[in-house]
């Protein structure tokens, strides 16, 4: 086992984070492959919390290396402000340890103008997005106007390819009769950031492919989930890149023979940040209570998520549009004391159960979730690393949320220290963390 994809398998905040800095030792590089600085995982260094947005987790480990993928969308600024705050915390950031694709897309300052305008005018449908300027940069990407990283390194051009974009945004905002950008001032500070990416980028798809014939391990890291993916999630109410383990290979430039396994986290329950269908989510008192005890607010916005039964449906869906090997069940303990426990084994709709996934949120926001009720534990998990030393109903939770998803559930996350973790003895993720 050498190349693994690490996969959200809800609507992310599964805990993607905590799993990659426990795998990160058995690893050479860590890559991003999606997304932006809509992502967000927290991280305590010392006494101090710091949230990482943009740059894999793996740059606390020293002699790992970190690559933002030609698939994710890099906002310039905050990738600068990231790296400055890191080497606050005296994490000196260098080009052996940071690399980023030539080919990442750019996400500039009228991005989120745009992004601003657009979901105002969904009204009622908005995506509940960021606001981070995800959406219209990877809408620049496909219609082939986006600039890149690599165009930091030819400043003349960063500028004419700079000016053009403006122009156009211009000409659609005077004719929204929005605010125009001031072209002089985006190019300046765009422009000014440049010696701070330059050194950074590179092409990372042949060093990648280059580092697995050297024998290298690479641990794929994915941001969002399989939920809020652009093909296979909730369309419209999803991100805009593709979350799911394909997404790994064109975010990298890996082939796909070379993804030698898959591990998707799941948390014990499911949270939605954002707009759009969630058929298990709770709107009563239960839910509050999986939101503050989870603490379960966006790392990126401060949202409070909204909270749901564990969908064994959903998770189902995900073990197979990803190839999952293996699952990480987090935050078991977090359903600690509830009395029942409910799982939603599959859907209804207009009184028929479904077969399949609707692919319309129309739809799935008008299914009836039909569920199983487990017995709870009033026993603490907390801190728990042997799974034989958890609640009796506590194994036979975890066990039946493996039938029901038809993958081996091999780590259990018992809270949010890195030891407070059970590994299951013989299961892939023990051999992937020994490899
Ligand atoms: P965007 O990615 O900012 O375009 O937002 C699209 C949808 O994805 C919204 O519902 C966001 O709340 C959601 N989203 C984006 N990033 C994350 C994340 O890291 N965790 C959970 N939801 C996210």
């Not at 905040?13 to 860590?30: N, Q, R, S, Y």
Request: one cysteine or more.
């Amino acid at each position: 086992m050498k190349n693994l994809v690490i996969v959200g398998t809800q609507w992310g905040d599964e805990g993607k984070g905590k799993l990659v800095d426990i795998l990160t030792p058995a690893f050479d590089i860590v890559a991003r492959y999606q997304g932006g600085h809509n992502a967000g995982h927290t991280v305590i260094i010392g006494d101090k919390r710091f949230v990482l947005h943009l740059i894999p987790s793996g740059i606390l480990h020293t002699d790992k290396l970190c690559v933002i993928g030609n698939g994710v969308v890099v906002d310039p600024k905050a990738l600068v402000d990231e790296i400055d705050q890191l080497e606050k915390l005296g994490i000196n950031v260098t080009p052996d340890q940071l690399r980023i694709s030539s080919r990442a897309h750019l996400i500039l300052p009228y991005h989120r103008v745009i992004e601003h305008g657009g979901e105002e005018r969904r009204g009622k449908e908005k995506v509940g997005t960021t606001m981070r300027g995800i959406g219209p940069a990877y809408e620049d990407k496909i219609g082939r106007r986006g600039l890149r990283a690599g165009d930091f390194l030819d400043e003349e051009l960063l500028i004419e390819k700079l000016r053009t974009n403006i122009e156009t945004v211009n000409m659609l905002q005077e004719a929204q009769k929005a605010h125009l950008i001031d072209e002089d001032e985006l190019v300046e500070e765009v422009v000014s950031l440049a010696p701070r990416i330059q050194p950074y980028v590179c092409d990372t798809p042949l060093l990648l492919n280059r580092a697995v014939k050297q024998g290298k391990r690479i641990l794929l890291e994915g941001a969002q989930a399989t939920m809020l993916d652009i093909d296979f999630g909730t369309y419209p109410f999803v991100t805009s890149s593709n979350a799911t383990a394909g997404g790994a290979c064109t975010g990298t430039g890996l082939p796909p023979g070379k993804i030698t396994g898959v591990l998707g986290i799941a948390k014990a329950y499911t949270t939605r940040v954002g707009s759009g269908p969630f058929p298990t989510e709770l709107l009563n008192e239960t839910g509050d209570k999986l939101r503050a005890k989870g603490f379960e607010y966006g790392a990126s916005t401060g949202r409070p998520r909204r909270c749901g039964w564990f969908d064994a449906f959903v998770v189902r869906y995900s073990v197979a549009i990803n190839g999952v090997n293996s699952i990480a069940l987090t935050k078991l303990d977090v359903l600690d004391g509830i009395d029942e426990i409910k799982v939603c084994t599959g859907y209804k709709y207009e009184g028929k159960q479904l077969v399949d996934m609707p692919f319309d949120a129309k739809k799935l926001e008008g299914v009836e979730p039909i569920y199983e009720t487990l017995p709870g534990w009033t026993e603490s998990t907390v801190g728990v690393t042997d799974f034989d030393k958890l609640p009796q109903n506590a194994q036979a939770y975890v066990n039946r949320l493996s039938e029901l998803v038809e993958c081996e559930i091999s780590v259990v996350s018992t809270g949010p220290e890195r030891n407070q973790t059970i590994v299951r003895p013989g299961t892939c993720f023990d051999k992937w963390q020994n490899q």
